[in-house]
């Protein structure tokens, strides 16, 4: 009777070792594949934040630096989308900041939620998903221009990031529409903007 009992004690105490090894084996391999999955997630997660755009007519200059987009709420309606292409994105900012250039392109439907997806929306006018885009342009302190007419094309569009490629004719505010003397600026450009802000 005794070696019975050393028999059965030894095959419980295998018994209790393999499920052991069985365990941490198991364990660690949802470690790794965890670990795994979390950096493909941050890999494509990953936005871009950059944009450039080319100004000609009453002035000739080149623009790059970086983008991001502002989205503006009523519960999970979407008023207002303001896309900004600066010289210096709002985190990497401090306190002596001075911009050098600002491009913002609002699209809005006067305070009514707006739904946008990919496809070209006029500049100016409302287009035929009832979207109302504008642009602003400042350089600096001394002149801001305001559009005329033109057109965004956003290429892709998600809750994170959009893309697009944008074409619009300015005016300078300071001179008025009726100037003989109109300071007029053609603007055309791209970005691929991250989405920043609390309602992001």
Not at 64 to 72: D, I, K, R
């Amino acid at each position: 009777m005794p070696e019975l009992d050393i028999v059965k004690f030894s095959f419980n105490t295998i018994t209790m070792y393999k499920l052991g090894l069985a365990a941490i084996v198991v364990s660690f391999t949802l470690f790794i594949s965890c670990s795994s999955n979390s950096t493909n997630s941050d890999e494509t997660e990953e936005v871009t934040s950059n944009g450039s755009f080319t100004v000609s007519g009453d002035m000739e200059e080149n623009f790059e630096g970086a983008s991001y987009f502002t989205v503006l709420k009523n519960n999970s309606d979407i008023l207002q989308i303001q896309i900004h292409l600066v010289d210096t994105h709002p985190l990497d900012r401090d306190d002596t900041y001075d911009p050098q250039y600002s491009l913002v392109l609002t699209a809005d439907l006067e305070g009514e939620p707006i739904s946008m997806s990919t496809g070209s929306y006029e500049i100016g006018t409302l287009s035929d998903d009832d979207i109302l885009f504008s642009g602003v342009f400042t350089i600096h302190t001394s002149s801001s221009y305001q559009h005329q007419n033109g057109s965004v094309t956003i290429t892709s569009y998600s809750d994170d990031q959009i893309e697009a490629s944008f074409e619009l004719t300015s005016i300078d505010f300071a001179q008025g529409a009726s100037s003989e003397e109109d300071k007029v600026i053609s603007i055309s450009g791209d970005f691929s903007a991250e989405c920043y802000g609390f309602n992001c």
